[in-house]
Each structure stands twice: as C-alpha cells, then as structure tokens.
C-alpha cells in the first residue's frame, strides 16, 4: 500500500484564510443601520404633510417598526403583514417609508411609482398611485344597517355604535381594529353566542357585481386561548348559501372566502352571514367583506384553499 503526504498550506494560505474569518466575523457581529430618531421620524411626516391629501396613506417598512407611526402626518397607517391589498382599496395614493437602508418594500399590485428620495436616518420615502378600488360596497361601512338575529329569533338592537344584543357587552356585534393574523385588522367583532347557536348578520339589498370577499379570523386573544371550539361562517346571497369556512380553534389567519356572484350582478339581493361555534368560549371572531366589482388576488388564495393538492399562498388558507 502507497502512502502519501498531503501537501500543507504556506503561510501566505493560513494567514488569508484567518483574514476572511476575522472579517467574516467582524461583519456578523457588526450593528447594521441605526433605526432612525424620533426627531428623523418627525422630519419625514413633515416631508409628507408638505403634500398629503386626505385619501393617502402612510406604510413603515418593516411594519414591526411601530414607532414610525409618528411619521404620517395624521394620515391613516398601515401596518400589516403582509402588504393588505383590499386595506389599500380605501385610498388613492400610498406613501411608504423605509428604515434601515433597506430598499425591500413590497409595492401593492397594479400600483405606479410617482416619486422616491432618499431622507436622514436611512429612510427611502416613495410614493405610490394606487390602482383604482374594485370595492362598491364595504361591510364595515354598512354594519348600522344590517340586522343581527341570537339565537333563530332574539333580535339586536343597533344603538352607539353596536348592534346591542341585551346581554353581556362582548355580545354586542360591533366595529373596532383588533390583531388578526399577524396585523391590525379594522373589522367587525362577532362572538357566537351561545353555544352550538346561530348569530345571522343580514346585509339588506346591496347592489352585486362580480363577486364578495368575506375574510374571518380570530383575534388575538381568543387565538391564544385554549379553550373555545372551531367558527363556521355561512355566506347566503338571496337566501341561497354559496360559501362556508371553518375557523379552526387556533387559526393565526385573516381566511378569505370568495363568492362569485357574476350572474347576479346589478341585482339587488340580501347577503346574510351566519356564525356559529359548539363552544363559544373566548372566540371572538373578526369579520370584514367587500362587494367587488373584479377578482382580487384573495379571491385566487380562496379558490385555491378549496383545493386540497393546490399549494395557497401561506398564510391565507
């Protein structure tokens, strides 16, 4: 049997070699971009009041980044995660404020890039046209005249901003911004209760087009929580049911359902909403919708959650 000697590396080698590791090294343990002072903050919401109009809207990139709320000039912010197209359907033009030198923000789909400047503190200010809203009709807007029915009979009477059901407060079927999903979510609150009953929204005669989007999800609390079961969601457009989703009892999601009400559209017709949980305990369910004149991109990920072998965006199913 032949032995053989490996050759051994020359100084000039090892001493590349520890070179590469120091620097390799000194880059991982080095801070990265400082996050801007409250005083470039302060500087960047000027910037934007010198040209905002009451339909924009301000997005921090990345939206963990909280603080840099204090930027927008007292427009609305957006903070969720991922990029919400049908939040963005509200507006007209959104404003996106970047840290950290990071030039990584998502742009919403259909959107034109109207200007970009850089600003102190490692803030990349854009601004973007949106495309216009697909919405004709937003639930949230309409909840004062829909009519909410406990229990197959027990009517809610709509009084300071809530359907109150004339028992506990939390049963009160009303508006409010809650975490849903990982975002804050501005919606309207639904407790199925009691247990194994029906809670029925009904949405009186609104005008359909292509299709509505509802999205349910469990707010933060009740997600958490271990007691509690699965929330199923019925959709009945003129007293047909066309949808259903359960809730699982843990489910982190904004889920969307998509009913395509293409032959029905410019006709008038109730759509009624139906909740209901085995055990109502801490669900506390968040609930938004929109009449929509096109498909948007959730009603691609709804499609695609009805398909057992198709692969859904993550997150949305």
Not at 75 to 80: K, Q, R
Not at 281 to 284: G, I, K, L, T
């Given at each position: 049997?032949?032995?053989?000697?490996?050759?051994?590396?020359?100084?000039?080698?090892?001493?590349?070699?520890?070179c590469v590791?120091?620097?390799?090294?000194?880059?991982?343990?080095?801070?990265?971009p400082?996050?801007?002072?409250?005083?470039?903050?302060?500087?960047?919401?000027?910037?934007?009041?010198?040209?905002a109009?009451?339909?924009d809207?301000v997005?921090i990139?990345?939206?963990?980044?909280?603080?840099?709320?204090?930027?927008?000039?007292g427009?609305?912010?957006?903070?969720?995660l991922?990029?919400d197209?049908?939040?963005?359907?509200a507006?007209?033009?959104?404003?996106v404020?970047?840290?950290?030198?990071?030039?990584?923000?998502?742009?919403?789909?259909?959107?034109?890039?109207?200007?970009?400047?850089?600003?102190?503190?490692?803030?990349?200010?854009?601004?973007?046209?949106?495309?216009?809203?697909?919405?004709?009709?937003?639930?949230?807007?309409?909840?004062?005249?829909?009519?909410?029915?406990?229990?197959?009979?027990?009517?809610?009477?709509y009084?300071?901003?809530?359907?109150?059901?004339?028992?506990k407060?939390?049963?009160?079927?009303?508006?409010?911004?809650?975490?849903?999903?990982?975002?804050?979510?501005?919606?309207?609150?639904?407790?199925?209760?009691?247990?194994?009953?029906?809670?029925?929204?009904?949405f009186?005669?609104?005008?359909?087009?292509?299709?509505?989007?509802?999205?349910?999800?469990?707010?933060?609390?009740?997600a958490k929580?271990e007691?509690?079961g699965?929330?199923?969601?019925?959709?009945?457009?003129?007293?047909?049911?066309?949808?259903?989703?359960?809730?699982?009892?843990?489910?982190?999601?904004f889920?969307?359902l998509?009913?395509?009400?293409?032959?029905?559209?410019?006709?008038?017709a109730?759509?009624v909403?139906?909740?209901?949980?085995?055990?109502e305990?801490?669900?506390?369910l968040?609930?938004?919708?929109?009449?929509?004149?096109?498909?948007?991109?959730?009603?691609?990920?709804?499609?695609?959650?009805?398909?057992?072998?198709?692969?859904?965006?993550?997150?949305?199913?």
């Open positions: 049997m032949t032995t053989r000697t490996l050759a051994q590396p020359g100084p000039w080698l090892l001493a590349g070699l520890v590791s120091a620097w390799s090294l000194s880059a991982a343990l080095s801070p990265g400082a996050a801007p002072s409250p005083a470039e903050w302060d500087a960047a919401g000027a910037r934007i009041a010198g040209e109009q009451p339909t809207v997005r990139h990345p939206p963990w980044l909280r603080e840099g709320g204090r930027a927008a000039a427009l609305t912010v957006d903070f969720s991922p990029l197209p049908m939040a963005l359907t507006f007209r033009r959104l404003w404020l970047t840290a950290f030198e990071r030039t990584d923000a998502p742009a919403p789909p259909g959107a034109a890039l109207e200007l970009e400047e850089a600003l102190a503190g490692g803030l990349l200010l854009q601004r973007f046209a949106l495309p216009p809203s697909p919405v004709t009709v937003r639930l949230t807007e309409v909840l004062p005249k829909a009519k909410v029915v406990r229990d197959g009979g027990r009517s809610c009477r009084v300071d901003g809530r359907h109150a059901c004339a028992g407060p939390w049963e009160d079927v009303r508006l409010d911004t809650r975490e849903v999903g990982g975002s804050p979510r501005s919606c309207f609150l639904v407790h199925p209760y009691p247990s194994g009953k029906v809670t029925t929204i009904t009186p005669a609104l005008r359909l087009e292509a299709g509505v989007l509802i999205r349910s999800g469990f707010v933060l609390e009740s929580h007691r509690g699965a929330t199923t969601v019925t959709v009945r457009v003129g007293g047909e049911a066309r949808g259903t989703q359960v809730i699982r009892p843990q489910a982190w999601d889920e969307p998509y009913v395509d009400t293409t032959a029905l559209r410019g006709q008038a109730d759509l909403l139906e909740i209901s949980s085995p055990d305990a801490f669900r506390d968040c609930i938004d919708g929109f009449v929509v004149t096109r498909p948007v991109p959730e009603a691609e990920d709804a499609r695609r959650c009805k398909q057992p072998s198709a692969s859904p965006t993550p997150g949305r199913c």
